[in-house]
């Protein structure tokens, strides 16, 4: 018959919160080779930024995805 062929993409993000827009944690690393480096990503296909914001909170999210 036919062969099906399914590419799956990794996922890896890099997260950090901000109160007042001051960083809860001193080493936060939104970069996209964090991201990569925490889904095992070696070669990226795609770059995403979230922003969610919570009255006094705000949470940034580098999202990426590849293989």
Known sequence: EG???VAVDWVGE????YLFG???SFNIDLGV?????NGGISKISTV???VKNLVVLTKI???VTGE
């Open 22 to 24: 001051i960083p809860l």
């Open 48 to 50: 995403d930024v979230k």
């Open 14 to 17: 890099a997260t950090g919160t």
């Open 33 to 37: 080779q964090k991201a990569a480096q």
């Open 3 to 5: 062969v099906i062929t």
């Open 61 to 63: 999210t580098t999202v």
